[in-house]
């Protein structure tokens, strides 16, 4: 990506904004500023001036104005903040909400229209690159619930995401060729076609309602051992815990099962997941170089003894 990019995204952008009638219509008779503050007023159960002030990044006279202005007009009342006795709660009238109120109905009214335009079937890529934007430049108003990071099974389409985001990435971070597409394309079919659910088991981890990240237990040829296989957490959700949490997963399962062992194949160029592996007891098996997705490796085998380890 390059400035010309972003540039060239913020001219297309603005005229759509143009396009919603921000300057005129939608917010009369109040300015965009006063609107925002109307906005974030009616979406706030306790809110002070110092909250306003810190939220909308507004200057500490300019917000005074309008707040005075407001208050003038019957749109607000202030009291002795909850939170800290030195600040001033802000609060809307009845008068208040029914403004923000009519604010908000012309803005859903607007962006119907423009949503209006836009196939049915398209809407959720629509949603899923404005989520995208807001994630990797770091949004702080993220979905409900973006927080928390959620292990689930795979729902219609998470095995082709699989493989479509292993070889993605696996590609950007490291240089490896298709021959790693079709490895993980194979090994995903395999469970797809024929597994059993009492001993295999795929899982999702989601966070603000997208898939970041995934592992497989799969049974291994030796018998009472399984084999962890395709871990993967996204670049965005890194540092939240999410391959910890999955390979915590793996482990539970394969012991509740009954399973003796636990292996898994890895490259020593992965040092984020060798780390995980090692908290968790793993053990280095055995270790040899290879050439193998138009690279030259070293591959590594790393067994956990299900039954020696408190893990």
């Known amino acids: 990506m390059t400035v010309q990019d972003i540039r060239a995204f913020n001219r297309f952008y603005t005229n759509v904004i143009g396009a919603l009638d921000y300057g005129r219509h939608l917010y009369a008779p109040y300015t965009l500023t006063e609107a925002r503050v109307l906005y974030e007023l009616a979406h706030s159960a306790d809110t002070d001036a110092a909250d306003l002030r810190t939220e909308l990044a507004l200057d500490a006279g300019y917000l005074s104005r309008i707040l005075n202005k407001f208050e003038e007009a019957g749109l607000i009342e ?10 001033r709660r802000v609060s809307l009238t009845a008068d208040g909400r029914s403004a923000a109120g009519l604010l908000d109905e012309r803005a859903r009214e607007t ?5 209006g335009a836009v196939a049915p079937g398209e809407r959720p890529r629509l949603a899923e690159a404005m989520r995208t934007i807001r994630t990797i430049l770091g949004d702080a108003h993220t979905p409900d619930g973006a927080g928390e990071v959620v ?3 795979p729902h219609p389409g998470d095995l082709g995401w699989i493989v479509q ?3 993605a990435l696996y590609a950007a971070e490291y240089g490896w060729n298709t021959d790693y597409e079709g490895l993980v394309a194979r090994i995903v079919a395999d469970y797809a076609e024929d597994h ?6 795929v899982w999702i981890a989601e966070w603000a309602g997208r898939p970041m990240g995934c592992v497989m237990c799969v049974r291994d040829d030796a018998p009472g051992t399984a084999r962890l296989r395709l871990l993967l957490v996204e ?7 999410i391959g910890d949490g ?6 539970g399962f394969a012991r509740g099962v009954g399973y003796r062992d636990l292996v898994l194949w890895t490259n020593d160029v992965l040092s984020a997941a060798r780390r995980i592996y090692q908290r ?7 270790e040899r170089p290879h050439r193998s997705f138009g690279k030259d490796l070293v591959g590594q085998d790393w067994r956990l003894d299900l039954h020696g380890t408190g893990e």
């Open 235 to 241: 670049p965005e959700a890194r540092g939240l815990g």
């Open 151 to 153: 292990l689930r099974e």
């Open 165 to 167: 985001r292993n070889a």
């Open 246 to 251: 999955l390979v915590t997963a793996v482990i």
């Open 196 to 201: 059993d659910p009492h001993l295999e088991r």
């Open 78 to 87: 202030r009291s002795p903040s909850r939170k800290d006795p030195r600040r």
């Open 111 to 115: 962006v119907g229209s423009l949503l």
């Open 280 to 286: 968790h007891g793993f053990v280095l098996a055995a």
